[in-house]
């Protein structure tokens, strides 16, 4: 069985780049690949608020309807690219009936990863708490939105059972 995962926010991510946020199957939610994106770049108002409008980046380059992925815009400031990409991930698993805390396994690739790490750990500690999921972290060359600096995939214990 399996169940394709779109929040609003996210259809025409799906409907125009073939680009699904998640798929639950066999018990576990499979999340894309999530960049940190906001309308023109800019840290969004809304970070740190209880009004995540974590999909407004992808809406707006998607509204646009001829947009390429790479039109759209990373968060230009690296702790609040991360932080965007984490409320992202946190979105789309509410979508799919789980959180955060249903990670079993996150996979993080990095453009710069020594030189952001200990910021993006400062991130990751306002999101992800004990029992820690299992990690990797991966150093690439880039990603493909331009500006990303880091890239995060995830794993998630499905509690619809779906």
């Known amino acids: 069985m399996r169940r394709?995962?779109?929040?609003?926010?996210?259809k025409g991510v799906y409907e125009q780049w073939r680009y699904a946020p998640a798929v639950a199957a066999n018990g576990f939610?499979?999340?894309?690949g999530i960049v940190g994106v906001s309308p023109g770049g800019e840290t969004p108002s809304w970070l740190g608020t209880e009004s995540s409008q974590a999909f407004?980046?992808?809406?707006?380059?998607?509204?646009?309807?001829?947009?390429?992925l790479a039109?759209?815009?990373?968060?230009?400031?690296?702790?609040?690219?991360?932080?965007?990409?984490?409320?992202?991930?946190?979105?789309?698993l509410r979508e799919g009936g789980a959180d955060l805390g249903d990670i079993v396994e996150i996979t993080s690739y990095h453009v710069g990863i020594s030189a952001h790490m200990e910021a993006f750990m400062k991130?990751?500690?306002?999101?992800?708490?004990?029992?820690?999921?299992?990690?990797?972290?991966v150093g690439v060359a880039e990603l493909i939105v331009p500006g990303g600096l880091v890239e995060l995939?995830?794993?998630?214990?499905?509690?619809?059972?779906?």
């Open 4 to 10: 394709t995962i779109i929040p609003e926010g996210l």
């Open 29 to 32: 939610i499979h999340v894309c």
């Open 56 to 68: 407004a980046g992808a809406s707006s380059t998607t509204a646009a309807g001829d947009a390429g």
């Open 71 to 92: 039109a759209l815009e990373a968060v230009r400031d690296p702790q609040a690219q991360f932080a965007v990409a984490f409320e992202t991930l946190r979105d789309i």
């Open 123 to 137: 991130v990751w500690a306002r999101y992800l708490k004990e029992p820690y999921p299992a990690w990797t972290a």
């Open 153 to 162: 995939r995830a794993v998630a214990v499905d509690p619809t059972g779906g």
